[in-house]
């Protein structure tokens, strides 16, 4: 049996070296791409401003430089991805101050030892890349033109290792304009330098949560049962959505007084906040019920399950559609604890988008 168990903890040793190692090829791989792409949009560009290249001849420039490159080196110097590889080093050309190469070779005579064909690491290690994302990001990256939306997406793309289909899903559910929506010109500008900051309550909120993964389509009859299920079995997905700090505490979490029980839908902990974070679930339109029962819920872990060094607990109603009046009468002026917030099952066009956020924050 001793030698069972060794040779398990043996193949998990050799088995996570392999996993580092690919992982770190794979990191090698992206930033080398990252970079030769961002001197490639240099060279592009210094020849078309010293030869002072008109637009249209700067086109055709493009075309016959993509059929030598490729006749050469195959695919993925098409016209388009040359164009592509041309903004990415207009819109981050500051991020370097010199020619990529230039400076990896002046690191390279410094600091190189030569042991035959083999180079030093070192190198690598003194040399600071200034992109930590793969090109894959950068391609969707350098469609934003909003300076400060895209720093926020790339931020929280390095911070949260979203992998490019989690980018693109948050690009697509608007996730920077339903952050913006509840903070001032300042917190707006600290979304764009430092990502999203989680300091009180509000922060942790968007204007809405678009829960497409659960496929639970318009048409289709469903309980609120069902809505809990379907979060239940995409739970990752749902975290996702939720945003940062969020930690699954369980479902139907029961608790009984007066000989009555009561059972919170879905409970979370959130480790910025420090605090429980409850969701009851309506798949109709918000009532003044459903407030008042969560703050019965907020009340009984205030009371009962929350530790002294533990902020007050928050409360959120996720709703088909919200009810701003019966919310506004219902809860006490200051209220930073009890929220109810829409849900969508797609993802709404700009149009709708726009037409929600406007109804959200009437002028």
Same mark, same amino acid.
């Given at each position: 049996?001793?030698?069972?168990?060794?040779?398990?903890?043996?193949?998990?040793?050799?088995?996570?070296?392999?996993?580092?190692?690919?992982?770190?090829?794979?990191?090698?791989?992206?930033?080398?791409?990252?970079?030769?792409?961002?001197?490639?949009?240099?060279?592009?560009?210094?020849?078309?401003?010293?030869?002072?290249?008109?637009?249209?001849?700067?086109?055709?420039?493009?075309?016959?430089?993509?059929?030598?490159?490729?006749?050469?080196?195959?695919?993925?110097?098409?016209?388009?991805?040359?164009?592509?590889?041309?903004?990415?080093?207009?819109? %981050?050309?500051?991020?370097?101050?010199?020619?990529?190469?230039?400076?990896?070779?002046?690191?390279?005579?410094?600091?190189?030892?030569?042991?035959?064909?083999?180079?030093?690491?070192?190198?690598?290690?003194?040399?600071?890349?200034?992109?930590?994302?793969?090109?894959?990001? %950068?391609?969707?990256?350098?469609?934003?033109?909003?300076?400060?939306?895209?720093?926020?997406?790339?931020?929280?793309?390095?911070?949260?290792?979203?992998?490019?289909?989690?980018?693109?899903?948050?690009?697509?559910?608007?996730?920077?304009?339903?952050?913006?929506?509840?903070?001032?010109?300042?917190?707006?500008?600290?979304?764009?330098?430092?990502?999203?900051?989680?300091?009180?309550?509000?922060?942790?909120?968007?204007?809405?949560?678009?829960?497409?993964?659960?496929?639970?389509?318009?048409?289709?009859?469903?309980?609120?049962?069902?809505?809990?299920?379907?979060?239940?079995?995409?739970?990752?997905?749902?975290?996702?959505?939720?945003?940062?700090?969020?930690?699954?505490?369980?479902?139907?979490?029961?608790?009984?007084?007066?000989?009555?029980?009561?059972?919170?839908?879905?409970?979370? %902990?959130?480790?910025?906040?420090?605090?429980?974070?409850?969701?009851?679930?309506?798949?109709?339109?918000?009532?003044?019920?459903?407030?008042?029962?969560?703050?019965?819920?907020?009340?009984?872990?205030?009371?009962?399950?929350?530790?002294?060094?533990?902020?007050?607990?928050?409360?959120?109603?996720?709703?088909?559609?919200?009810?701003?009046?019966?919310?506004?009468?219902?809860?006490?002026?200051?209220?930073?604890?009890?929220?109810?917030?829409?849900?969508?099952?797609?993802?709404?066009?700009?149009?709708?988008?726009?037409?929600?956020?406007?109804?959200?924050?009437?002028?």
């Amino acid at each position: 049996m001793a030698k069972i168990v060794s040779s398990r903890l043996l193949f998990l040793s050799i088995k996570e070296v392999i996993q580092q190692a690919q992982k770190h090829v794979v990191q090698n791989v992206n930033s080398t791409m990252v970079l030769t792409y961002f001197e490639i949009g240099r060279m592009i560009i210094d020849y078309e401003q010293n030869g002072k290249i008109r637009a249209d001849y700067a086109k055709e420039t493009l075309k016959i430089l993509s059929d030598k490159l490729t006749n050469q080196f195959g695919k993925g110097y098409s016209i388009d991805n040359l164009s592509r590889i041309r903004k990415f080093y207009l819109i %981050y050309n500051n991020r370097i101050s010199e020619s990529v190469i230039r400076k990896f070779e002046n690191a390279s005579k410094k600091d190189l030892k030569i042991r035959g064909n083999q180079k030093s690491e070192s190198v690598i290690r003194k040399f600071k890349n200034p992109f930590s994302l793969s090109w894959t990001h %950068y391609f969707l990256l350098i469609k934003i033109d909003d300076e400060d939306e895209r720093n926020f997406y790339e931020i929280e793309s390095i911070q949260n290792s979203w992998s490019v289909r989690e980018l693109q899903r948050q690009l697509n559910s608007a996730l920077y304009q339903r952050l913006t929506k509840s903070r001032d010109k300042k917190g707006v500008k600290e979304l764009a330098k430092k990502g999203q900051l989680i300091e009180k309550p509000s922060d942790a909120l968007k204007s809405h949560y678009v829960l497409e993964f659960l496929n639970l389509k318009e048409a289709d009859h469903y309980t609120e049962s069902d809505f809990e299920s379907a979060i239940i079995d995409r739970l990752e997905e749902f975290m996702l959505e939720l945003g940062k700090g969020f930690l699954y505490e369980g479902r139907q979490k029961r608790f009984t007084f007066d000989g009555d029980s009561f059972y919170v839908d879905l409970v979370f %902990y959130n480790r910025f906040l420090k605090c429980f974070v409850l969701f009851d679930l309506k798949i109709g339109k918000l009532t003044h019920q459903d407030i008042g029962q969560m703050q019965m819920y907020v009340n009984f872990f205030d009371c009962q399950i929350k530790m002294p060094d533990e902020n007050k607990t928050i409360g959120i109603v996720l709703c088909k559609e919200e009810n701003k009046t019966v919310v506004e009468f219902t809860l006490p002026e200051g209220n930073s604890q009890i929220f109810a917030k829409e849900f969508k099952q797609f993802f709404p066009s700009k149009a709708e988008f726009k037409k929600h956020l406007l109804l959200a924050n009437p002028q």
